[in-house]
């Protein structure tokens, strides 16, 4: 084909091989030479403190991760490549339940709800030893607490309050909960900032209605199946991608170096943090706890 024809793919690559997914990119990037332009950006560690004041202006709330500049910056440079318009995958593991560790137990527990005991043998043979024991744990005693923060952090946050509210529970509850205010509204909400701020278009086909539609009418043995996620995307898709792409079984959220960010970060967020008059900021504490905390929970500090 025309180089004018092939489609341009982009993927982020790090350092870390247990955070890097350009690997598995490319593999899907070879199965479509003729159809694929395939570009990979690898973002500065501190990239996000070269702009992290005019992206904090441009969200205009506070956001979960520094990743969300990552997005930003790699869709900026989508748009500088001459492209207007970009085709995302949100929605995905909210529709199609994604997210093993909110679906698995109330999928299994629908099933037995609903005397489908051949079904719920099947999924449990499909798991291994350890995680098939976890999932008849919280089935028959319920989900454990979230875990408690690290003591070190702990002791910086003044109050012991505790956010009480829940996901609903109940695999359909879930799955609408998701799908709604309590997952794709944060990351709508989060993104329309990060793409109309260059301003470059999105195309999201898992939030087109019509899909929701379709898959909201499923059953349930049509998201989860064998132990695998997204089963009847996967099944749709398995002709057109490598087969350890299409029945991958780790789930992986969007990568961040979160250790080595941090460790290289520590001079911008002490000195943030010196100059912070919240009362929530103990700048102190975290000065004196800051690499132990860095290295022990990353994503908690």
Known sequence: LPERERFPAYTVKF???ELDEEPRARLVAARWPRRVDYRVIRPPLL???EHADAFTRLVDEPYHSPNLLTVHRVRRRIRDDGYKVVIVGSGGDELLAGYPHEYAVPFLASLLAGGRHAAFAREIAAASGAQRRALLRRLAFGAPAPAAAH????SLVPGRGRLKTRPPNGFEARLRGNFGPWKMNYWLRAGNPVQYGIPIETRAPFL???VAELVFQMPATYLIR??????VLRRALEPLLPLPIAW???KRGYPFPWREWLAASKPWILANAAGSSLACVDSAGLAARYDSLAAADPSGL
């Not at 003591?151 to 702990?154: E, F, M, N, S, V």
């Not at 064998?226 to 089963?231: Q, R």
């Open 15 to 17: 350092d870390d091989p």
């Open 47 to 49: 990239e996000f403190w």
């Open 151 to 154: 003591p070190d952090l702990a």
């Open 208 to 210: 087109d209605y019509r």
């Open 226 to 231: 064998h132990g695998f996620t997204k089963y």
């Open 248 to 250: 991958g079984r780790r």
